[in-house]
Protein backbone atom coordinates (compact mmCIF):
# COMPACT_ATOMS: atom_id res chain seq x y z
CA UNK A 1 0.00 0.00 0.00
CA UNK A 2 1.35 3.32 -1.20
CA UNK A 3 1.74 5.86 1.87
CA UNK A 4 2.14 9.48 2.22
CA UNK A 5 5.35 9.27 2.99
CA UNK A 6 5.75 7.81 -0.55
CA UNK A 7 4.48 10.28 -2.24
CA UNK A 8 6.07 12.76 -0.24
CA UNK A 9 9.31 11.19 -1.35
CA UNK A 10 7.88 11.01 -4.88
CA UNK A 11 6.92 14.60 -4.93
CA UNK A 12 10.02 15.71 -3.25
CA UNK A 13 12.34 13.53 -5.60
CA UNK A 14 10.17 14.65 -8.90
CA UNK A 15 11.49 18.59 -7.97
CA UNK A 16 15.02 17.64 -8.03
CA UNK A 17 14.49 15.26 -10.63
CA UNK A 18 13.51 18.44 -13.04
CA UNK A 19 15.36 20.98 -11.64
CA UNK A 20 18.73 18.51 -12.09
CA UNK A 21 18.05 17.56 -16.18
CA UNK A 22 16.63 20.92 -16.76
CA UNK A 23 20.53 22.23 -16.63
CA UNK A 24 21.35 18.88 -17.79
CA UNK A 25 18.89 19.05 -20.68
CA UNK A 26 20.30 22.79 -21.97
CA UNK A 27 24.21 21.02 -21.27
CA UNK A 28 25.38 20.40 -25.00
CA UNK A 29 26.94 16.85 -25.48
CA UNK A 30 24.42 14.79 -22.98
CA UNK A 31 23.97 11.72 -24.18
CA UNK A 32 20.32 10.66 -22.50
CA UNK A 33 21.63 6.79 -21.39
CA UNK A 34 24.92 8.60 -19.83
CA UNK A 35 23.04 11.03 -17.74
CA UNK A 36 19.16 9.33 -16.89
CA UNK A 37 21.12 5.72 -16.70
CA UNK A 38 23.63 6.18 -14.01
CA UNK A 39 21.83 8.01 -11.48
CA UNK A 40 18.55 5.79 -11.50
CA UNK A 41 21.02 2.57 -11.01
CA UNK A 42 22.78 4.43 -7.90
CA UNK A 43 19.55 5.46 -6.51
CA UNK A 44 17.81 1.51 -7.30
CA UNK A 45 21.60 0.48 -5.53
CA UNK A 46 21.23 3.38 -2.71
CA UNK A 47 18.34 0.71 -1.16
CA UNK A 48 15.64 3.53 -2.90
CA UNK A 49 12.39 2.36 -3.12
CA UNK A 50 12.33 1.20 -6.77
CA UNK A 51 8.89 3.31 -7.54
CA UNK A 52 10.44 6.24 -6.13
CA UNK A 53 13.09 6.38 -7.88
CA UNK A 54 10.60 5.28 -11.33
CA UNK A 55 9.08 8.18 -10.55
CA UNK A 56 12.54 10.31 -10.39
CA UNK A 57 13.26 8.43 -13.62
CA UNK A 58 10.05 9.84 -15.62
CA UNK A 59 10.26 13.76 -14.00
CA UNK A 60 13.91 13.39 -15.46
CA UNK A 61 12.17 12.29 -18.64
CA UNK A 62 9.94 15.12 -18.67
CA UNK A 63 12.45 17.71 -17.75
CA UNK A 64 15.63 16.67 -19.90
CA UNK A 65 13.41 16.34 -23.11
CA UNK A 66 11.45 19.49 -22.91
CA UNK A 67 15.13 20.77 -22.19
CA UNK A 68 17.18 19.61 -24.92
CA UNK A 69 15.78 21.51 -27.43
CA UNK A 70 16.38 25.31 -25.71
CA UNK A 71 19.85 25.18 -27.16
CA UNK A 72 18.46 24.07 -30.33
CA UNK A 73 16.20 26.35 -30.42
CA UNK A 74 18.87 29.49 -28.98
CA UNK A 75 22.31 28.07 -30.78
CA UNK A 76 21.12 25.48 -32.74
CA UNK A 77 23.25 23.24 -30.59
CA UNK A 78 21.30 20.31 -29.33
CA UNK A 79 20.77 19.44 -25.72
CA UNK A 80 21.00 15.89 -26.30
CA UNK A 81 20.57 13.01 -28.76
CA UNK A 82 17.06 13.48 -29.31
CA UNK A 83 17.24 17.15 -29.72
CA UNK A 84 19.68 16.06 -33.50
CA UNK A 85 16.78 16.03 -35.84
CA UNK A 86 15.24 19.50 -34.49
CA UNK A 87 18.52 21.27 -35.74
CA UNK A 88 17.83 21.93 -39.42
CA UNK A 89 14.49 23.19 -38.45
CA UNK A 90 15.55 25.08 -35.74
CA UNK A 91 18.27 26.68 -38.26
CA UNK A 92 15.66 27.23 -40.64
CA UNK A 93 13.09 29.26 -37.90
CA UNK A 94 16.34 31.37 -36.59
CA UNK A 95 16.89 32.36 -40.24
CA UNK A 96 13.71 33.77 -40.02
CA UNK A 97 14.17 35.26 -36.51
CA UNK A 98 11.61 33.22 -35.03
CA UNK A 99 13.51 31.35 -32.55
CA UNK A 100 10.85 32.74 -29.55
CA UNK A 101 7.97 31.21 -31.61
CA UNK A 102 9.77 27.69 -31.75
CA UNK A 103 10.77 27.51 -28.18
CA UNK A 104 7.73 28.19 -26.88
CA UNK A 105 5.78 25.77 -29.55
CA UNK A 106 8.55 23.01 -28.55
CA UNK A 107 8.13 23.03 -24.33
CA UNK A 108 4.27 23.43 -24.94
CA UNK A 109 4.24 20.34 -27.41
CA UNK A 110 6.78 18.65 -24.92
CA UNK A 111 4.08 19.12 -21.65
CA UNK A 112 0.93 18.06 -23.74
CA UNK A 113 2.68 15.03 -24.91
CA UNK A 114 3.79 14.32 -21.97
CA UNK A 115 0.74 13.90 -20.57
CA UNK A 116 -1.47 12.13 -23.35
CA UNK A 117 1.54 9.44 -23.63
CA UNK A 118 1.27 8.89 -19.58
CA UNK A 119 -2.20 8.42 -19.42
CA UNK A 120 -2.76 6.44 -22.47
CA UNK A 121 0.41 4.29 -21.39
CA UNK A 122 -1.40 3.94 -18.04
CA UNK A 123 -4.60 2.71 -19.50
CA UNK A 124 -3.13 0.69 -22.17
CA UNK A 125 -1.00 -0.93 -19.42
CA UNK A 126 -3.49 -2.14 -16.99
CA UNK A 127 -5.90 -3.25 -19.96
CA UNK A 128 -3.30 -5.61 -22.06
CA UNK A 129 -1.90 -6.75 -18.81
CA UNK A 130 -2.94 -10.77 -19.18
CA UNK A 131 -0.84 -10.37 -22.63
CA UNK A 132 2.05 -10.09 -20.31
CA UNK A 133 1.79 -13.08 -18.80
CA UNK A 134 1.36 -14.92 -21.85
CA UNK A 135 4.62 -13.09 -23.40
CA UNK A 136 6.82 -14.20 -20.13
CA UNK A 137 5.51 -17.98 -20.30
CA UNK A 138 8.94 -19.66 -21.62
CA UNK A 139 8.91 -22.06 -24.36
CA UNK A 140 11.28 -24.87 -25.32
CA UNK A 141 12.44 -24.31 -28.78
CA UNK A 142 15.32 -27.20 -29.56
CA UNK A 143 16.28 -27.31 -25.69
CA UNK A 144 16.65 -23.99 -25.57
CA UNK A 145 13.67 -22.16 -22.63
CA UNK A 146 12.37 -19.04 -24.85
CA UNK A 147 10.79 -16.20 -23.17
CA UNK A 148 7.68 -15.47 -25.71
CA UNK A 149 9.22 -11.75 -25.00
CA UNK A 150 12.38 -12.35 -26.69
CA UNK A 151 10.25 -12.35 -30.05
CA UNK A 152 9.18 -9.14 -29.34
CA UNK A 153 12.98 -7.81 -28.76
CA UNK A 154 14.33 -9.95 -31.47
CA UNK A 155 12.00 -8.47 -33.97
CA UNK A 156 12.69 -4.73 -32.53
CA UNK A 157 16.39 -5.79 -33.04
CA UNK A 158 15.77 -6.45 -36.24
CA UNK A 159 13.68 -3.04 -37.60
CA UNK A 160 16.48 -1.30 -35.69
CA UNK A 161 19.49 -3.28 -37.38
CA UNK A 162 17.57 -2.75 -40.39
CA UNK A 163 17.62 0.97 -40.26
CA UNK A 164 20.89 1.53 -39.00
CA UNK A 165 23.35 3.63 -41.37
CA UNK A 166 25.08 0.29 -41.74
CA UNK A 167 22.70 -2.13 -42.21
CA UNK A 168 25.40 -4.61 -42.58
CA UNK A 169 27.45 -4.31 -39.75
CA UNK A 170 24.55 -3.47 -37.90
CA UNK A 171 23.16 -7.16 -38.60
CA UNK A 172 26.47 -9.16 -38.05
CA UNK A 173 26.97 -6.85 -34.71
CA UNK A 174 23.74 -9.19 -33.24
CA UNK A 175 25.52 -12.25 -33.06
CA UNK A 176 29.33 -11.46 -32.89
CA UNK A 177 28.33 -8.76 -29.64
CA UNK A 178 25.92 -11.95 -28.01
CA UNK A 179 28.94 -13.94 -28.00
CA UNK A 180 31.51 -10.42 -26.99
CA UNK A 181 28.93 -10.71 -24.03
CA UNK A 182 28.31 -13.93 -23.40
CA UNK A 183 32.25 -14.64 -23.15
CA UNK A 184 33.32 -11.81 -21.20
CA UNK A 185 30.57 -13.22 -18.75
CA UNK A 186 32.14 -16.82 -19.26
CA UNK A 187 35.04 -15.35 -18.61
CA UNK A 188 34.27 -13.11 -15.38
CA UNK A 189 32.16 -16.85 -14.06
CA UNK A 190 29.59 -14.23 -13.28
CA UNK A 191 26.33 -12.95 -14.70
CA UNK A 192 27.59 -9.11 -15.45
CA UNK A 193 25.03 -6.93 -16.93
CA UNK A 194 25.58 -3.37 -15.13
CA UNK A 195 29.23 -2.78 -16.38
CA UNK A 196 28.55 -3.82 -20.09
CA UNK A 197 25.34 -1.09 -20.24
CA UNK A 198 27.62 1.67 -19.13
CA UNK A 199 30.47 0.22 -21.38
CA UNK A 200 27.59 0.52 -24.63
CA UNK A 201 26.27 3.74 -23.06
CA UNK A 202 29.98 5.49 -22.75
CA UNK A 203 31.48 3.83 -26.12
CA UNK A 204 30.87 7.31 -28.44
CA UNK A 205 33.14 9.07 -25.59
CA UNK A 206 35.50 6.68 -24.79
CA UNK A 207 36.37 6.66 -28.85
CA UNK A 208 36.32 10.03 -28.79
CA UNK A 209 38.42 10.25 -26.14
CA UNK A 210 41.00 8.42 -27.33
CA UNK A 211 41.43 9.18 -30.55
CA UNK A 212 41.76 12.88 -29.31
CA UNK A 213 44.80 11.52 -26.68
CA UNK A 214 46.19 9.34 -29.34
CA UNK A 215 46.95 11.93 -31.75
CA UNK A 216 44.25 10.33 -33.91
CA UNK A 217 42.33 13.29 -34.75
CA UNK A 218 43.48 15.68 -36.45
CA UNK A 219 40.64 16.98 -38.06
CA UNK A 220 38.51 17.41 -35.20
CA UNK A 221 41.33 20.25 -33.51
CA UNK A 222 40.09 23.74 -33.45
CA UNK A 223 41.98 27.43 -32.42
CA UNK A 224 40.16 29.24 -29.98
CA UNK A 225 37.00 28.77 -28.66
CA UNK A 226 33.59 28.11 -29.81
CA UNK A 227 31.31 30.50 -30.79
CA UNK A 228 28.25 30.21 -29.59
CA UNK A 229 25.65 33.09 -30.86
CA UNK A 230 22.16 33.26 -29.04
CA UNK A 231 19.16 34.19 -30.23
CA UNK A 232 16.87 37.50 -28.74
CA UNK A 233 14.04 36.01 -26.97
CA UNK A 234 10.63 38.41 -26.44
CA UNK A 235 8.30 37.73 -23.05
CA UNK A 236 6.45 34.85 -23.86
CA UNK A 237 3.26 34.42 -22.03
CA UNK A 238 2.66 31.31 -19.65
CA UNK A 239 -0.80 30.58 -20.99
CA UNK A 240 -0.13 27.20 -23.00
CA UNK A 241 -3.16 27.47 -24.61
CA UNK A 242 -1.63 30.34 -26.57
CA UNK A 243 1.28 28.81 -28.36
CA UNK A 244 -0.01 25.88 -30.56
CA UNK A 245 -2.46 25.93 -33.32
CA UNK A 246 -5.27 23.71 -33.75
CA UNK A 247 -3.27 22.33 -36.40
CA UNK A 248 -0.45 21.65 -34.17
CA UNK A 249 -1.92 20.67 -31.75
CA UNK A 250 -3.85 17.87 -33.40
CA UNK A 251 -0.46 16.80 -35.01
CA UNK A 252 0.94 16.20 -31.10
CA UNK A 253 -2.84 14.59 -29.85
CA UNK A 254 -2.74 12.37 -32.77
CA UNK A 255 1.08 11.57 -32.84
CA UNK A 256 1.91 11.16 -29.04
CA UNK A 257 -0.41 8.05 -28.30
CA UNK A 258 1.00 6.09 -31.32
CA UNK A 259 4.65 7.10 -31.12
CA UNK A 260 4.82 5.58 -27.42
CA UNK A 261 3.37 2.49 -28.05
CA UNK A 262 5.57 1.93 -31.15
CA UNK A 263 8.64 2.79 -28.90
CA UNK A 264 7.60 -0.01 -27.50
CA UNK A 265 10.42 -2.06 -29.91
CA UNK A 266 11.29 0.47 -31.68
CA UNK A 267 13.54 2.85 -31.72
CA UNK A 268 12.64 6.73 -30.14
CA UNK A 269 15.38 8.46 -32.12
CA UNK A 270 14.10 6.65 -35.27
CA UNK A 271 10.31 7.52 -34.85
CA UNK A 272 11.26 11.07 -33.72
CA UNK A 273 12.71 11.53 -37.48
CA UNK A 274 10.19 9.65 -39.36
CA UNK A 275 7.10 11.25 -37.82
CA UNK A 276 8.93 15.17 -38.53
CA UNK A 277 9.78 13.99 -42.01
CA UNK A 278 6.39 12.56 -42.64
CA UNK A 279 4.71 15.61 -41.64
CA UNK A 280 7.11 18.34 -43.18
CA UNK A 281 4.97 17.75 -46.49
CA UNK A 282 1.58 18.56 -45.73
CA UNK A 283 3.27 22.24 -45.26
CA UNK A 284 3.24 24.83 -48.50
CA UNK A 285 6.47 26.80 -47.30
CA UNK A 286 9.94 25.24 -46.05
CA UNK A 287 9.23 27.71 -42.87
CA UNK A 288 6.01 26.18 -42.03
CA UNK A 289 7.26 22.87 -42.55
CA UNK A 290 10.10 23.30 -39.99
CA UNK A 291 8.21 25.03 -37.67
CA UNK A 292 5.05 21.77 -37.81
CA UNK A 293 8.11 19.50 -37.38
CA UNK A 294 9.92 21.00 -34.58
CA UNK A 295 6.79 21.45 -32.33
CA UNK A 296 5.52 18.09 -32.89
CA UNK A 297 9.07 15.95 -32.80
CA UNK A 298 9.71 17.75 -29.29
CA UNK A 299 6.37 16.14 -28.05
CA UNK A 300 7.62 13.00 -29.89
CA UNK A 301 10.38 12.73 -28.12
CA UNK A 302 8.50 12.52 -24.52
CA UNK A 303 6.21 10.57 -25.76
CA UNK A 304 8.43 7.77 -27.28
CA UNK A 305 10.48 7.71 -24.20
CA UNK A 306 7.42 7.41 -21.55
CA UNK A 307 5.98 4.71 -23.84
CA UNK A 308 9.23 2.86 -24.07
CA UNK A 309 9.78 2.68 -20.87
CA UNK A 310 6.81 2.22 -19.10
CA UNK A 311 4.91 -0.56 -21.61
CA UNK A 312 7.62 -2.98 -20.81
CA UNK A 313 7.72 -1.92 -17.55
CA UNK A 314 4.08 -2.22 -16.41
CA UNK A 315 2.96 -5.15 -18.70
CA UNK A 316 5.69 -7.61 -19.56
CA UNK A 317 8.47 -7.04 -16.85
CA UNK A 318 11.19 -7.65 -19.44
CA UNK A 319 12.84 -5.00 -22.05
CA UNK A 320 11.64 -4.83 -25.59
CA UNK A 321 13.09 -1.97 -27.28
CA UNK A 322 16.05 0.30 -26.92
CA UNK A 323 14.68 2.98 -24.87
CA UNK A 324 13.83 0.04 -22.19
CA UNK A 325 17.27 -1.65 -23.09
CA UNK A 326 18.61 1.77 -22.87
CA UNK A 327 18.30 4.51 -20.69
CA UNK A 328 15.78 2.37 -18.82
CA UNK A 329 17.43 -0.84 -18.21
CA UNK A 330 18.69 -0.47 -14.58
CA UNK A 331 14.87 -0.88 -13.83
CA UNK A 332 14.79 -4.42 -15.59
CA UNK A 333 18.61 -5.20 -13.92
CA UNK A 334 18.73 -7.61 -10.62
CA UNK A 335 19.97 -5.35 -8.19
CA UNK A 336 20.23 -6.66 -4.55
CA UNK A 337 18.64 -9.74 -5.63
CA UNK A 338 15.72 -7.70 -6.85
CA UNK A 339 14.20 -6.95 -10.23
CA UNK A 340 12.80 -2.96 -9.74
CA UNK A 341 10.35 -4.01 -12.37
CA UNK A 342 8.82 -6.59 -10.56
CA UNK A 343 8.87 -5.18 -7.74
CA UNK A 344 7.29 -2.41 -8.62
CA UNK A 345 4.24 -4.37 -9.97
CA UNK A 346 4.14 -7.09 -7.65
CA UNK A 347 4.16 -4.74 -4.62
CA UNK A 348 2.10 -1.66 -5.62
CA UNK A 349 -1.59 -1.93 -7.81
CA UNK A 350 -1.57 -0.09 -11.02
CA UNK A 351 -3.97 2.67 -9.37
CA UNK A 352 -1.05 3.53 -6.93
CA UNK A 353 1.73 3.08 -9.47
CA UNK A 354 -0.34 5.46 -11.85
CA UNK A 355 -0.98 7.91 -8.86
CA UNK A 356 2.81 7.96 -7.94
CA UNK A 357 3.76 8.48 -11.84
CA UNK A 358 0.87 11.34 -12.39
CA UNK A 359 2.29 13.21 -9.20
CA UNK A 360 6.05 13.13 -10.60
CA UNK A 361 4.23 14.50 -14.37
CA UNK A 362 2.54 16.88 -12.68
CA UNK A 363 5.41 18.53 -10.13
CA UNK A 364 8.21 18.36 -13.38
CA UNK A 365 5.55 20.05 -15.51
CA UNK A 366 4.70 22.30 -12.65
CA UNK A 367 8.72 23.15 -12.06
CA UNK A 368 9.60 22.73 -16.15
CA UNK A 369 7.26 24.96 -18.23
CA UNK A 370 7.15 28.33 -16.25
CA UNK A 371 10.80 28.06 -16.17
CA UNK A 372 11.84 26.95 -19.80
CA UNK A 373 9.34 29.42 -20.91
CA UNK A 374 10.45 32.49 -18.29
CA UNK A 375 13.78 31.88 -18.37
CA UNK A 376 15.60 29.70 -20.80
CA UNK A 377 17.73 32.36 -22.44
CA UNK A 378 19.07 33.58 -18.90
CA UNK A 379 19.50 29.84 -17.98
CA UNK A 380 21.33 28.88 -21.25
CA UNK A 381 23.75 31.42 -20.54
CA UNK A 382 24.20 30.19 -17.27
CA UNK A 383 25.12 27.10 -17.77
CA UNK A 384 26.91 28.00 -21.09
CA UNK A 385 29.56 30.43 -19.12
CA UNK A 386 29.71 28.45 -15.97
CA UNK A 387 30.13 24.20 -16.80
CA UNK A 388 33.00 23.56 -18.99
CA UNK A 389 32.48 20.39 -21.12
CA UNK A 390 35.42 18.99 -19.17
CA UNK A 391 34.01 18.86 -16.24
CA UNK A 392 31.40 17.31 -17.63
CA UNK A 393 32.56 14.55 -19.34
CA UNK A 394 34.66 14.21 -16.39
CA UNK A 395 31.86 13.33 -14.12
CA UNK A 396 30.04 10.95 -16.79
CA UNK A 397 33.80 8.71 -16.80
CA UNK A 398 34.54 8.74 -12.99
CA UNK A 399 30.57 7.59 -12.22
CA UNK A 400 30.41 4.49 -14.96
CA UNK A 401 34.17 3.71 -13.59
CA UNK A 402 32.78 4.22 -9.79
CA UNK A 403 29.57 1.97 -10.71
CA UNK A 404 31.98 -0.16 -12.79
CA UNK A 405 33.93 -1.08 -9.84
CA UNK A 406 31.45 -1.10 -7.77
CA UNK A 407 29.57 -3.87 -10.08
CA UNK A 408 32.16 -6.27 -10.61
CA UNK A 409 35.80 -4.70 -9.44
CA UNK A 410 38.79 -4.33 -11.77
CA UNK A 411 37.01 -6.89 -14.09
CA UNK A 412 34.26 -4.41 -14.13
CA UNK A 413 36.59 -1.51 -15.22
CA UNK A 414 37.99 -3.52 -17.87
CA UNK A 415 34.77 -5.09 -19.01
CA UNK A 416 33.65 -1.42 -19.13
CA UNK A 417 36.69 -0.91 -21.18
CA UNK A 418 36.43 -3.40 -23.35
CA UNK A 419 32.88 -2.94 -24.47
CA UNK A 420 33.10 0.53 -24.73
CA UNK A 421 36.24 0.81 -27.46
CA UNK A 422 34.06 -1.90 -29.15
CA UNK A 423 30.41 -0.16 -29.57
CA UNK A 424 32.07 3.16 -30.46
CA UNK A 425 33.80 1.68 -33.05
CA UNK A 426 30.73 0.20 -34.33
CA UNK A 427 28.75 3.33 -33.21
CA UNK A 428 31.20 5.51 -35.45
CA UNK A 429 30.86 3.29 -38.36
CA UNK A 430 27.31 3.28 -38.57
CA UNK A 431 25.32 0.99 -35.65
CA UNK A 432 22.51 2.21 -33.58
CA UNK A 433 23.71 2.01 -30.19
CA UNK A 434 20.33 0.48 -29.32
CA UNK A 435 21.35 -2.35 -31.35
CA UNK A 436 24.16 -2.87 -28.91
CA UNK A 437 21.57 -2.34 -25.79
CA UNK A 438 19.48 -4.86 -26.74
CA UNK A 439 21.68 -7.42 -27.98
CA UNK A 440 23.06 -7.23 -24.50
CA UNK A 441 19.56 -8.37 -23.01
CA UNK A 442 19.00 -10.83 -25.63
CA UNK A 443 22.59 -12.20 -25.62
CA UNK A 444 22.16 -15.60 -23.36
CA UNK A 445 18.91 -16.35 -25.61
CA UNK A 446 21.31 -15.54 -29.11
CA UNK A 447 24.50 -17.57 -28.12
CA UNK A 448 21.87 -20.18 -26.75
CA UNK A 449 20.89 -20.91 -30.42
CA UNK A 450 24.50 -20.40 -31.57
CA UNK A 451 25.78 -22.96 -29.78
CA UNK A 452 22.90 -25.60 -31.11
CA UNK A 453 24.09 -24.98 -34.92
CA UNK B 1 38.64 32.78 -31.59
CA UNK B 2 36.70 35.18 -29.15
CA UNK B 3 37.69 37.57 -26.06
CA UNK B 4 38.81 35.09 -23.99
CA UNK B 5 40.96 33.63 -26.45
CA UNK B 6 41.73 37.03 -28.86
CA UNK B 7 45.07 35.18 -30.28
CA UNK B 8 42.78 31.81 -30.67
CA UNK B 9 46.21 30.66 -29.26
CA UNK B 10 44.46 27.45 -27.48
CA UNK B 11 44.63 24.50 -29.10
CA UNK B 12 41.32 22.77 -28.57
CA UNK B 13 39.54 19.47 -30.09
CA UNK B 14 36.25 19.04 -30.92
CA UNK B 15 33.89 16.17 -28.96
CA UNK B 16 30.27 15.46 -29.03
CA UNK B 17 30.15 19.05 -30.45
CA UNK B 18 31.76 20.66 -27.54
CA UNK B 19 35.62 22.39 -27.90
CA UNK B 20 37.89 21.19 -25.18
CA UNK B 21 40.99 21.13 -23.88
CA UNK B 22 42.62 17.65 -23.97
CA UNK B 23 44.74 18.87 -20.62
CA UNK B 24 41.67 20.02 -18.59
CA UNK B 25 39.61 16.87 -19.60
CA UNK B 26 42.37 14.90 -17.81
CA UNK B 27 42.80 17.08 -14.86
CA UNK B 28 38.61 16.97 -14.93
CA UNK B 29 38.55 13.28 -14.56
CA UNK B 30 41.53 12.67 -12.22
CA UNK B 31 40.29 15.42 -10.09
CA UNK B 32 36.31 14.02 -10.10
CA UNK B 33 37.68 10.01 -9.78
CA UNK B 34 40.02 10.67 -6.78
CA UNK B 35 37.26 12.46 -5.03
CA UNK B 36 34.79 9.54 -5.61
CA UNK B 37 37.42 6.95 -4.75
CA UNK B 38 38.26 8.74 -1.10
CA UNK B 39 34.70 8.93 -0.69
CA UNK B 40 34.44 5.23 -1.93
CA UNK B 41 37.07 4.31 0.49
CA UNK B 42 36.24 6.43 3.71
CA UNK B 43 32.71 5.26 3.85
CA UNK B 44 32.79 1.54 4.89
CA UNK B 45 34.48 2.71 8.35
CA UNK B 46 32.63 6.17 8.36
CA UNK B 47 29.19 3.58 7.92
CA UNK B 48 31.00 1.37 10.58
CA UNK B 49 31.79 4.01 13.36
CA UNK B 50 27.92 5.28 12.84
CA UNK B 51 27.00 1.26 13.62
CA UNK B 52 25.23 1.08 9.65
CA UNK B 53 23.70 -2.64 9.50
CA UNK B 54 26.34 -4.39 7.33
CA UNK B 55 23.39 -4.79 4.82
CA UNK B 56 22.80 -1.29 3.72
CA UNK B 57 26.79 -0.77 3.78
CA UNK B 58 27.53 -1.51 0.66
CA UNK B 59 25.29 0.09 -1.64
CA UNK B 60 25.86 3.32 0.81
CA UNK B 61 29.09 3.06 0.10
CA UNK B 62 28.42 3.61 -3.60
CA UNK B 63 26.37 6.43 -2.93
CA UNK B 64 28.71 8.46 -0.66
CA UNK B 65 31.26 7.49 -3.79
CA UNK B 66 28.93 9.48 -6.32
CA UNK B 67 28.71 12.15 -3.72
CA UNK B 68 32.46 12.31 -3.46
CA UNK B 69 32.47 12.27 -7.53
CA UNK B 70 30.09 15.24 -7.96
CA UNK B 71 31.87 17.27 -5.02
CA UNK B 72 35.29 16.59 -7.12
CA UNK B 73 32.71 17.87 -10.40
CA UNK B 74 32.06 21.01 -8.40
CA UNK B 75 35.41 21.61 -7.38
CA UNK B 76 36.53 21.62 -11.37
CA UNK B 77 34.14 24.38 -12.10
CA UNK B 78 36.35 26.42 -9.77
CA UNK B 79 39.63 26.02 -12.00
CA UNK B 80 38.36 24.83 -15.54
CA UNK B 81 36.65 27.32 -17.70
CA UNK B 82 34.59 26.82 -20.70
CA UNK B 83 35.74 27.03 -23.73
CA UNK B 84 32.72 28.75 -25.02
CA UNK B 85 32.37 32.75 -26.10
CA UNK B 86 28.66 34.02 -26.28
CA UNK B 87 27.50 36.07 -28.92
CA UNK B 88 24.61 38.63 -28.55
CA UNK B 89 24.53 37.42 -24.71
CA UNK B 90 22.96 40.65 -23.41
CA UNK B 91 20.06 40.49 -25.83
Do not use: C
Not at chain 1, 16 to 25: H, N, R
Not at chain 1, 29 to 35: F, L
Not at chain 1, 87 to 103: H, N, S, W
Not at chain 1, 255 to 273: E, H, K, Q, R, Y
Amino acid sequence: MIGVETLFLVAVLAFISAIVYILVGVLPGTDETATMAPIALALLIAGLDPLIVLAWFLASIIAFKAADAIPVALAGIPGGVMAVPQVPDAVEAKRAGKADVILRKGVTSSMVASFIALVLVLVLAFYIKPLGDFLNIRDDIAGVAVPRWFWLLLGGLLILALTSKNKLLALLTIPTFAILVQGLRLAYEKNVIISFFLGITIGPLVVELLEVLSGYARDRIRRGYMSVKLEPVSVIPLNPLKHLSREELAHVLFWSPITSVLAMVMSPVGLTILIGDLIKGLKRTPLEASILAYTVRDGVKNATYIGGLLIPLLVIGSPTGPMSAGPGLPFFTEIGGVVPAKYITSNYSHLEISVALLLSAVIASLVVYPILIRYSRRLTLLVFKSVPAESLYGLFLSIVVLLAYYDAGLRGVLGVLVVSMVSGILWRNGVSLGVLFMTLVAAPTIFAFIKLI
Amino acid sequence: MGRDDPEGSIETVEIYGEYVKPFDLIIAFVTTLVAGVLFYIVAPVLLGALGTPAATRAPLTITIGLIGASIGFLLTLLFIKPKRVIEGAEG
